[in-house]
C-alpha cells in the first residue's frame, strides 16, 4: 500500500507563509532573514524527499515513522510562525498584513519576552536537525528507491472474469440491453466500430457487466479478448496478450513476439485484425493516455467490430466515445432489492431463510454496503465464517473499517477502493482526506467544503485562477474521478453537494488515522484521543461527561478545524479559548447554541471559517469582531438580525452569509474584499449606508429586498442611492443579482446596465418588474445563464430578444397578460430549462428552436388559443426534452377541447425520439393523478420563489 501523503497539505502553506515573511520587512532584520532562509530551505529539502517516499508501494518501517516526525515538525513549525506574526501584529489595529508587519519590525526586540516564542523556535531547529540525523541513521536514500520486487500480488477483479452466472444478481437488465445495443447497426455503410464505455465507483460491478455481455454476443464475433490495463500500463504487454488471445482463436500469426518492440506489436495486431469482426474487452483505463496509446492497435476495418471499454473517471470514459455511435454507460449501484437478494443468497439461500434475530443488523450491514456488490459479496463471505449469532454480526458492522485493513476476506476490497485513493494526486488526497471529519451519508455542500479546504491552507492560486476556482476544481476532481457521489446536480451541471460512499468512507477514516490527520470523537469511529501526536483536526460527533472528561486532558492547542455535530450536547464542549490555532471552527445544526457557549472565541487569530448555520443563536459573539482573518462568516438560518459595529475591521472578510431584517453597519463599503453579502431589505437602509455599498468592488452576489407593501414614492431616496451603488457595481466583478420586491418595485431606468461581460444571474422577481423585455438585456449579455424576470407585458419581439441570449440555460418568465407567441428557429441555442408562471399564455416551438431544452415546467397552454393551430405545441423537435409539465388553461375553452389537447400533446411526445414525460394540470379526466400534481405544483411554487437559493 503506497504512503499516505496528507503530509503534503502541512508543507505548502508552511512554505509559502516562509516564503512570504523573507518579502516583508521584518524578514530584511539583521538576523531574522537568515533564521527564515535556513528553516525554509532545510523543510524544503524534507518535502522533496517526502514527495518521493510517498511513491514507494511497500515502505518499511523506518520511513513510515520518518514521514511521521517530519508531518509533525511542519505542523507544529506553521504554528510557531502564526504566533510570531500574531504576536508581532499585537495591536488593536486591523490595518491588514502589510501594516502588521510595519509594525513587526519597530518591535522584534520583544519579542523573546512574548511568550517565550523565540524559545519555541530554538526548539525547532534542533528538531529539524534530530530529523535530519535520523535520517542519515535509518540510512535513508535521498531518492526513494524502486519498489522491492516480490510475489506477484493476485488481481482483486480476476473472480469477475469467471464469476458464476448463477451466483449474479441484478445484471441482467443492465447486460440485455447493453447486448442488444453492441449489435444495432448504424442506419450508414460502412460499419464502423462502436465503443461502449462502462464507467462507475470501484467495485460497482464494471468487470464483471462488461464481461457478462460479452459472453451474451461474443458468438456474433470472429475473435474476442480481454486486457486489463491498471494504473502504470505496459502498452506493449497489453498489445502482445491481445495477439495472443486472438492467435489462440484461429489467427495467423506464430512468430515469436519476444523481441517486438511497441511499434511492431501494434503493427502486427492491426494486420491480424484487419479483415475480423473482433470484440475487445479494455478493462481499468486509468488515462486518456494510455486509452490513445491502446486504441490506435485496433484497425476500423468497418466489419461492426466493437470494443468495451471499463474506467471509473469519467473523462476518461467520454475521451473513449469520441463518435456518435459510441455510448457512454454509467453503472448505476445495486437496488435495494437486488443487494438484499445477493447478501441472503451468499449466507442462506434467501432471505426468508435469514434467522429473525439477524434481520435487523444485516439491514443495517446492507445500508453501510451502499449497493456495492464488491462489498456485499466481501462482507458476506466474512459472515459466512463466523456463527450465526447477532451479537457476533453487531461486532462485524462495527468494526468493518478496522477489518479492511487486518482480514484477509476484506483484502480485495479494499485493494480495489484503495486503488483509486492511490491514483489520486497529492493535493486531492489532502483534499479528499478532510472529508474523513464527517459521519456517513453526511450531505456536503460544494461552497462550504471549498471554502473550508481555502481555509485550512490546501488551495493556491494558480494562473489566471482564483483560490476558489481552483478548489472548485479540485471537488469536481474528486467527483470525476468517482470518489465521491455527486448530489443535486443543478441545470448549469453544477454540482451542489456530494456524500462519500460508506465504503470509500471506511477508507480514508483509516489512511486518515494513519497519517494523523483526522480525529472522531463519538459517532462510533475508531480514532481515539489516546494517541501520541497532536490532535490537527477534530470532529466531535457525540459528546457526553466521559468523553468531555477525556478532551479536559488532551492537549487542543494544535486543532486546526473543529467540526461540531449537530447531536452533540453543546455544555459539555471544552472553551474555545483551548483551540488557538484554529482556523475552521463549524456549529452548523447545534440548535442550542448560545451567546454563553462562544467565550474565547476573540482568542481565535487564525479563525479563517466560523459558521453558525442553523444553529438557535440571535445575536453574533462579541469576540467576532476580533478575528482580523477572517475570510467566511456564515449564519443563515438563525435568528440573527443585525451585524456588530465592529465588523467593519475585518477587512479579510470575503463570504458573509445570512439574512438581516435590520440596518447594515456603517463604513461597510471599507470591506473591498467582500463577494458575498448577506440579504437585506433595501428600505430599512439608511441612504449613505447604500449608497457606501457601490464601494464593494470585489462583490459578486447581491440579494436583496426592496420591502414589502413600497409603494413607488415611498422610499425614493433609498432606493435611488441603492440603484445608483448598482450601476457602480455593475462596473466590477457582479455575477448575481436577485431582486424581491414583494408589493412595491424599483425604477429600473433602461440605460441601467448590470455590466454585460459579468453577470451570470439575474432575477426581478416582483409583480410587474418590467413593463416588457427591458432594453439592456442584449445578445452582448454573453455570460448571463439564468434569467428570472416579471414582466407586465411580454411580446414576440421580447421573446425573440431573450433567445438571442448567447449563454442563457434557464428562463423562467412571470407575464402577467396574455401572451400567444412562437419560439423561433436558432433561438435559445443552449436553454435548458423553461418555466412560466402565468395564464392565457399559448407559445408553441418550431424545428430548429430550443434545440438543448431538457425541461419544460410549469408551461401554460391556452387551449382556446391553441385550437386554430390543431393544439400544436412542437415539442417533437425538442430532441433533447426530458418532461415536460403543461397547465391546461381551460378558460373559453370545452371539457372535450381540453382532453384533445392534452392528446395531441401526448401525440408529439410519443414522436419524439427521446420520448419526454408529459404530466398536465388541469386535464379534465377521472384518473388524474393527484400526488403527481401536487408534487409538480409544489415545484413549481419552490422554482418560483426567488427567497430559495
Known sequence: MAVVSAAHGAFGPLLGKLTALLADECGRLKGVRREIRSLRSELASMHAALKEYTKLDDPSDQVKAWISLVRELAYDTEDVFDKFIHHLGDSPDHGGFKELFRKAARRLKTLGARHGIAGEIHDLKDRIRQVKELKDCYKLPNNAPSSTAGPAAVDPRLHALFADEAHLVGIDGPRDHLAKWMLEEANTSPKHCKVLSIVGFGGLGKTTLANEVCREIQGEFDCKAFVSVSQ????????????????????????????????????????????????????????????????????ENDCSSRIIATTRIIDVAKSCCLSADDRVYELEALSDLHSRRLFFKRLFRSEEDCPEMLKEVSNKILKKCGGLPLAIISISGLLANRPAIKEEWEKVKRSIGTALEKTNSLEGMSSILSLSYNDLAPHLKTCLLYLSLFPEDHLIYRDRLVRRWIAEGFISEERGQSKQEVAENYFYELINKSMVQPVDIEYDGKVRACRVHDMMLEIIISKSAEDNFTTVVGGGQTSLLNHQDSIRRLSIQHIDKKLASELANVDL???????????????????????????????????????????????????????????????????????????????????VEELPAGITRLTELQHLNGYLNKHLPNGIGGMRNLQLMPKFIITSQETDVLEDLGNLTSLEELNVHLGRNVSCEDKRCEKEAFLSSLCKLGNCKLRSLLINAYGGSLDFSDSWSPLPSSLQRFWAANRDSFTNVPKWITPELINLADLLISLTELTEDGLLTLGQLPSLLRLRLWPSKKFVGTVQATSFPNLKVL?????????SFVKGSAPKLEEISRMPFSVSAAKANKFYLGIHHLSCLKRAHILLDDEDATPSECKAAAAAIRKEADINANHPAVTFLGEPKEEDNEETVAGEEEKSNEDGDADED
Open 557 to 639: 492547542s494544535h486543532v486546526r478545524t473543529l467540526i461540531v455535530m449537530p447531536s452533540c450536547c453543546i455544555t459539555h464542549l471544552p472553551s474555545l479559548d483551548r483551540f488557538e490555532a484554529l482556523r475552521v471552527l463549524d456549529f452548523e445544526g447545534c440548535e442550542d447554541l448560545k451567546d454563553c457557549d462562544m467565550k474565547g472565541m476573540d482568542k481565535l487569530f487564525q479563525l479563517k471559517y466560523l459558521s453558525f448555520t442553523g444553529t438557535g443563536i440571535s445575536k453574533l459573539p462579541a469576540g467576532i469582531v476580533m478575528l482580523g482573518n477572517l475570510e467566511t462568516l456564515d449564519f443563515t438560518n438563525t435568528d
Open 835 to 843: 418555466s412560466f408562471r402565468a395564464e392565457q399564455v399559448y407559445v
Open 232 to 299: 502504470k500500463p505496459d502498452i506493449k504487454k497489453i498489445i502482445k496478450d491481445v495477439i495472443s488471445q486472438v492467435s489462440c482463436q484461429g489467427g495467423s500469426t506464430k512468430d515469436d513476439t519476444t523481441d517486438w518492440d511497441e511499434m511492431k506489436s501494434i503493427s502486427e495486431l492491426r494486420v491480424l485484425l484487419q479483415n475480423k469482426r473482433y470484440l475487445i474487452i479494455i478493462d481499468d483505463v486509468w488515462s486518456t493516455q494510455a486509452w490513445h496509446a491502446i486504441k490506435c492497435a485496433f484497425p
